[in-house]
C-alpha cells in the first residue's frame, strides 16, 4: 500500500529538481536544529522546575507556581520559530516544492492551495475534538463528557485553520514566485 501511495504521489507531483531539494533539504536541517535545541532547553527548563519543586516542597501546580512559565510556552515558541526559518530559507530559494510541477509554477495554483487548506483544517479540526473527548474523559468520565460541544469546537478550529493554511500556503506559494523571478532576473544580468 505504502509503495502504491507514493508511486501515485510521484505520478502526481512528478520529478524532483536536485537545486531546489538541496535548498529544501538545508531548510529541513536549520529548522531540525532550532527545534531539537529549543526543545532541548524547554524540557531542560521544566526538568529544573520540577527538581526544585520537589526537592523544595513546593509544588509547582498550587499558587506557589504561578509565576513559572509553563513548558508549553517555551515548546510552542520553539516550533513556531522552527517552522518559520525552514519555511523563509525555501522561500528565499524562489520555491515551496523541490518537485518540479510546483517548483516551475508562476502563479499561484488555486486548486492545491485549497486541498492544502482543507487537509490542514481537517487534521486540526478532528485532532481538536479527540484530544478534548480524551481529556474529559480523564477529567470528569465518559458520563460527563459534551460530546456536541467537542464536535463543535472541533468545526470551529476546522474553519480557523482552513483559513489560516488558505492564506499561509498562498502567501508563501506568492512569495516563492516573487523570489524566483527575481533570482531569475538577476541571473539573465
Known amino acids: 500500500m505504502k509503495m502504491y501511495l507514493t508511486r501515485k504521489w510521484d505520478e502526481l507531483m512528478g520529478p524532483k529538481d536536485e537545486r531546489l531539494e538541496a535548498e529544501e533539504n538545508k531548510a ?14 524547554s524540557l531542560y527548563y521544566w526538568l529544573m522546575v520540577d527538581q526544585v519543586a520537589l526537592s523544595t516542597a513546593h509544588p509547582v501546580f498550587t499558587s506557589v507556581g504561578e509565576g513559572v512559565v509553563p513548558v508549553q510556552i ?8 522552527a517552522c518559520v526559518v525552514s519555511l523563509r530559507m525555501q522561500i528565499r530559494s524562489g520555491a515551496f516544492s523541490s518537485y518540479k510541477r510546483y517548483a516551475e509554477i508562476d502563479r499561484v495554483p488555486w486548486g ?28 470528569v468520565g465518559t458520563e460527563n463528557v459534551a460530546w456536541l460541544g467537542d464536535v463543535a469546537i472541533g468545526v470551529v478550529f476546522f474553519a480557523i485553520a482552513f483559513v489560516a ?14 523570489r524566483k523571478h527575481a533570482i531569475e532576473r538577476e541571473l539573465q544580468d
Open 74 to 81: 517555551p515548546l510552542a515558541l520553539t516550533i513556531l520559530v
Open 28 to 41: 529541513t536541517k536549520a529548522a531540525f536544529c532550532v527545534l531539537l535545541i529549543g526543545s532541548v532547553v
Open 165 to 178: 493554511g488558505f492564506c499561509v500556503i498562498a502567501l508563501t506559494i506568492n512569495d516563492a514566485i516573487k
Open 112 to 139: 492545491y492551495v485549497t486541498s492544502f487548506a482543507l487537509a490542514c483544517g481537517a487534521c486540526v479540526g478532528v485532532l481538536t475534538c479527540v484530544m478534548r473527548i480524551v481529556a474529559e474523559i480523564q477529567i
